[in-house]
């Protein structure tokens, strides 16, 4: 099956620092790829969506220059959080879609996710 | 613009009874339906989904789940559940299959079996 991961899975940071995370698409490749911001026992809220060669779509109140997307390539996506606050701590999670959209399958494939602590 | 709705935030359900886990959307177009579970510091797995056809969708670890149009609803169940399937349980939908159409998800549904 298609397989998405993330690197790293956790980090802490101090306050201040930039902080780069990476999706990638092991087995398939994706022209978009989703960045979602999860709260301790809340939902999912979709920060931006990610396209391959050109500038990521944000969604409403997220700051783009706080939360910088790079979708280099077809299997790789990165959010880099640009000095990170203790309010930035959250667990950050990608998810993509094969090329071709989802076809007859229609899922969404998750990365495992990264938790970031900001001290 | 759709929107997910999950009325229940926990469900304490023992062990090897049958559990409903709700979802209702609102939709002025089609859309897709799905289920996703996820397990302490882990991403979101699959369970099932609705895309066309029968509306009792059966997915995995026995879970199974109903589109009714009429009652715009989706909800998950599972006759005999074990204590393996507590976890957070998100209710999702698509407008499309393109891969480039937004998931909204609902505010998720924490199942606890209880022994």
């Known amino acids: 099956g298609a397989v998405v991961s993330q690197h790293p899975s956790r980090v802490i940071c101090k306050s201040g620092t930039s902080v780069k995370i990476e999706c990638r698409s092991l087995?398939?490749?994706?022209?978009?790829m989703f960045w979602y911001r999860q709260f301790p026992k809340q939902s999912l809220m979709l920060m931006a969506t990610s396209n391959e060669g050109s500038k990521a779509t944000y969604e409403q109140g997220v700051e783009k220059d706080k939360f910088l997307i790079n979708h280099a390539s077809l299997t790789l996506s990165t959010l880099t959080v640009t000095s990170a606050h203790p309010e930035d701590s959250s667990f950050y999670i990608c998810?993509?879609?094969?090329?071709?959209?989802?076809?007859?399958?229609?899922?969404?494939?998750f990365g495992e996710g990264s938790r970031l602590t900001v001290l | 613009a759709q929107s997910v709705t999950q009325l229940d935030s926990q469900v304490p359900v023992f062990e090897e009874a049958p559990v409903e886990l709700r979802c209702n959307y609102s939709?002025?177009?089609?859309?897709?339906l799905f289920w996703y579970v996820q397990y302490p510091n882990q991403g979101l797995q699959l369970l099932l989904k609705?895309?066309?056809?029968?509306?009792l969708v059966k997915g995995i670890n026995g879970f199974e789940a109903e589109f009714n149009k009429s009652q715009t609803s989706f909800h998950l169940r599972k006759p005999s559940v074990h204590i393996s399937d507590t976890a957070e349980y998100f209710c999702a939908v698509t407008k499309g299959t393109s891969g480039t159409y937004k998931y909204i998800f609902g505010t998720g549904t924490r199942l606890k079996v209880l022994a």
């Open positions: 087995d398939f490749q994706a022209t978009t």
């Open positions: 609705y895309l066309s056809g029968s509306t």
């Open positions: 998810s993509a879609t094969p090329i071709g959209g989802l076809g007859d399958t229609g899922e969404l494939f």
């Open positions: 939709s002025s177009v089609s859309v897709y």
